[in-house]
């Protein structure tokens, strides 16, 4: 996979940036210097991706502006499944939204997400020269499973610093219950859904860990900041 052209030369890109930010931080920070060069890219990342949350955070104020209609459509077309989805596509469709809206951020992350794993596994130009940088002595290329006793402080320390950061998103972005059904959906199982970071976290890079990190970071504050400081849509009236 890493060796078709759009991925290989996105992976070229990604190479060449965390090779110039390692430069960059070198005589700033020694050691940690390639690590923050994985936050930096991450931050460049998130940073090119603040309009898609700002459509994403607006697609939610609109939702659940218009749950009470969505819940009126269940109800009235619980028999009818058809159009019940019909007439739920028709209300988001007049108020300029839809309920996948939510998901743009993280689709246009993916292509730079799996060129960035390519990278951190050592497929990228120039193989796993980067990943033999350190951060606390413990190389950037190495896994939980694979760094033993030295690589307990670091990695425990992210995969705490994730946990928090998964609790955040549960307690303060749950999902937008636009229906009792989506309701009790959200208080389910799905709400553990943040908390898959950790887990991932235990099997990737420490590199890839990084990047979970601080994108997870990132994506809360924003979130809750753009929640404060958008105004409320205005939504077509009901018919």
């Known amino acids: 996979m890493y060796s078709v052209w759009p991925i ?14 390692t430069a960059f931080f070198t005589p700033l920070a020694g050691e940690p210097a390639a690590a923050l060069a994985v936050v930096g890219l991450t931050v460049a990342v998130r940073l090119l991706l603040v309009p898609l949350g700002v459509m994403q955070v607006r697609a939610e104020k609109v939702r659940l502006l218009l749950a009470p209609r969505i819940a009126e459509i269940t109800a009235r077309h619980r028999d009818d499944p058809q159009k019940m989805v019909a007439a739920q596509q028709k209300v988001y469709a007049e108020a300029g939204t839809s309920p996948l809206a939510g998901c743009l951020p993280s689709l246009a992350q993916l292509p730079v997400v799996i060129a960035l794993y390519g990278v951190f596994i050592g497929q990228g130009p120039g193989g796993g020269g980067l990943l033999e940088h350190t951060l606390a002595g413990v190389a950037l290329g190495a896994t939980p499973l694979s760094a033993g006793a030295p690589g307990v402080p670091v990695f ?10 998964a609790w955040g998103s549960r307690r303060f972005l749950p999902m937008p219950a636009t229906t009792p059904e989506a309701e009790r959906m959200a208080r389910g199982p799905l709400s553990y859904l943040p908390f898959m970071t950790v887990v991932v976290a235990v099997f990737v890079p420490l590199a890839a860990g990084l990047y979970l990190l601080t ?9 809750l900041l753009l929640r404060r ?5 205005a939504v077509p009236a009901g018919r």
Do not use: F, I
């Not at 994108?215 to 924003?222: T, Y």
């Open 8 to 21: 290989s030369a996105v992976m070229s890109l990604l190479t060449a940036v965390l090779t110039a930010l």
């Open 215 to 223: 994108s997870g970071a990132w994506a809360l504050g924003e979130r």
């Open 156 to 165: 425990g320390l992210l995969l705490v610093l994730l946990a928090l950061v």
């Open 229 to 233: 400081v958008l105004p409320e849509p």
